[in-house]
Every structure is written in structure tokens, then in C-alpha cells.
């Protein structure tokens, strides 16, 4: 039997902090395994944290809504802004950042979407009228001892 909850916040730093927790918090409760935690929240964060960065970094109302819904094979994170599209309406290709180079040359940034394309079993992105909507699978058989 899948669980499903639903939450709403303001795109701001904080914002973000405190749904995140709340988040992982209510999918614990409605038994999120253990050992898939630490993969849901990494992959959310920077997923949640990409949307408060670009998509509104020039706006300062704006919101994002998380659905989550969660059954025994499969945990479906669906998140949903009203920021401008993804470039070319495609989610990001998330190559690893090229960190061979001297400590002083390593990139801030750039790691995002190859960590959220790890941790998930897929992806799905979509722009629907004036929103966008970006759905985060994780398989729950996996990484099961």
C-alpha cells in the first residue's frame, strides 16, 4: 500500500532547510528504509536547493510544493515550481566535475545533478503551463542486505 504526503514552502534558503527536514522527517514516519535515507535526502537537497538558487533567484515570492508517495518498490518525489524552464526543456546531463587538477582549481560547484542522477533510479522532468515539474524515483529493493 503506497503512503502519500504533500507540503508547500517558500523558495529561500531556510525555506528549503526546514521542508527538506520535515520531508525526511514524515517519510521516516511512514517507514522509508534506513538505509535509503541518507541517498532521498542527499538527491532532494540538491534537487530543492537548485530551485531556490536558479529557477528563483531573481524572484522573491516564490514557492515550491513536494509530493511525495511512497510504496513498498518505489519512492516518487514529485517537485513542482513556477520558475523559467529548464534550458532546452531538459533536465541537466550531470557529468562529473573534473576535480584532477591542483585543490586551488577545484570547482564550487557543478556537482548537483551527477549526485542526484546517482542516487536515483530515474528521472523524469516536464513543463506543464507555467510550471515545472521534476520527479525523483528511487528504487527501495535497492542497497537492501
Known sequence: ??????????????GARSCISAVMQQLRDIDLPVNRAGDVQIALAEAVNNIVEHAYSDLSDG?????????????QICISDTGPPLPNGELPVGLPADISGPMETLPEGGFGWHLIRALTCRLHYERQADSNQLSLFFDMQAKQS
Do not use: G, V
Request: aromatic content about 12%.
Open 1 to 14: 500500500m503506497a503512503e502519500t504526503f504533500a507540503c508547500s514552502f517558500k523558495a529561500t534558503e531556510q
Open 63 to 75: 514557492e515550491i510544493y513536494i509530493q511525495c508517495d511512497l510504496s513498498p518498490d518505489e519512492l
